[in-house]
């Protein structure tokens, strides 16, 4: 696969890529990065890149370590580190002649669909402009309850807003690995997938350890996203010289591929949540309706974990707790309560006002 086929790029690098073993910052290995992007906006490409290392950035500038430090500390030294992080590519990417811009984001920004779409204009308005956005998480005011916590499922998020074409994940590995490579000589590297499975799930635990703060769990769940958005995206490792003309010729990569019927954008940014409030739990009957393009009604409903409000992300999962669907509930937790296993016309006798009859309309619902 050719990076150079796609139009639309959302490249995410990591904090290893950007900065040394000895929290210096990576300066050849950017302005190669950069050449390599001038190269794609010379074909008409139209690149985001999400950048970790705002904090790392942060820490180098104070003359600090980063290990233990609170959150509230971190989220100071985030405010430092992002000018410094901004000045460092801005100075690489004048070299190129790269026009770059910030935006910062925070958990609220994709999760709500009014400030998703907003996102998606301004992003548009950029890359329209030859602009290449830089984007990374607003660490200064996302405190750990309403954060991503990780860059992998932040990027993948920001490619699904923009309908991206490719999302390319620069690592410190090569790819997924059927097993971790350090202790099994024998471990294979995955070339592609189309289908995230429990194999691939388990293949991801097992190679955790060998990443970032997001580790290959996150990667696994940005795929996911991607897969659903009809987004194709690579895993690829970020320290060579130049990794994506690594990924062009080595094959070295773990490609993960779009499913093949594509969603429309309302239910791509459903089924794209990272941060769903709560969960129901459903009968056989109400699976097999959902399987069939159903709305799924108070009858199928029999249990609810978590406290949710009307309009928010819900998880739908089967008597066993696997996931089957995600959509954005009609009701709160506490109506559902009292509705459960009801039929659809006795709910205005038990809420006592009128109320519409889906807990999930099939509008609203996505399978997974």
Not at 143 to 165: C, F, H, M, P
Request: with cysteine.
């Amino acid at each position: 696969m050719q990076i150079d086929k796609f139009k639309k790029i959302v490249i995410k690098i990591g904090s290893s890529n950007l900065m040394n073993e000895k929290g210096k910052p990576k300066i050849i290995w950017l302005d190669e990065f950069a050449k390599s992007i001038k190269k794609l906006l010379i074909k008409k490409k139209q690149i985001v890149i999400v950048s970790s290392g705002a904090i790392a950035m942060g820490c180098k500038f104070l003359g600090i370590k980063k290990k233990g430090m609170k959150v509230d500390k971190s989220q100071a030294v985030a405010s430092i580190g992002q000018i410094e992080l901004m000045n460092f590519y801005k100075k690489i990417f004048d070299n190129s002649k790269i026009k770059i811009s910030q935006i910062l984001l925070t958990l609220d920004d994709t999760e709500q669909r009014r400030r998703s779409i907003n996102a998606r204009r301004t992003i548009d308005n950029l890359l329209a402009m030859g602009i290449v956005p830089i984007v990374n998480e607003n660490d200064t005011t996302a405190t750990t309850e309403i954060k991503y916590g990780d860059n992998d499922r932040l990027a993948a998020r920001v490619a699904q807003i923009i309908s991206a074409d490719c999302l390319v994940l620069l690592s410190d590995v090569d790819g997924l690995y059927t097993d971790n490579p350090k202790k099994n000589k024998k471990t294979k590297l995955v070339k592609s997938v189309k289908e995230i499975d429990e194999n691939i799930k388990s293949y991801a635990t097992k190679t955790e350890n060998l990443y970032g703060s997001g580790g290959m769990i996150t990667k696994i769940e940005a795929a996911k996203i991607c897969q659903l958005s009809g987004c194709y995206m690579v895993i690829a490792n970020g320290n060579y010289k130049n990794p994506l003309k690594e990924i062009n010729h080595s094959k070295k990569c773990t490609w993960f591929l779009p499913r093949i019927s594509k969603l429309d954008a309302r239910k791509q940014w459903i089924i794209g949540s990272v941060s769903p409030k709560g969960e129901v739990i459903i009968d056989q009957g109400a699976v097999k309706a959902i399987n069939n393009g159903k709305s799924l009604l108070p009858a199928g409903v029999k249990k609810i974990n978590g406290k949710f409000e009307k309009g928010d992300h819900i998880l739908v999962k089967d008597q066993n707790n696997i996931e089957c669907a995600r959509g954005l509930t009609s009701f709160s937790s506490i109506e559902i309560e009292k509705i459960k296993g009801s039929h659809s016309s006795e709910i205005k006798n038990i809420l006592g006002y009128s109320s519409r009859e889906e807990i999930i309309h099939k509008d609203d619902l996505v399978r997974v």
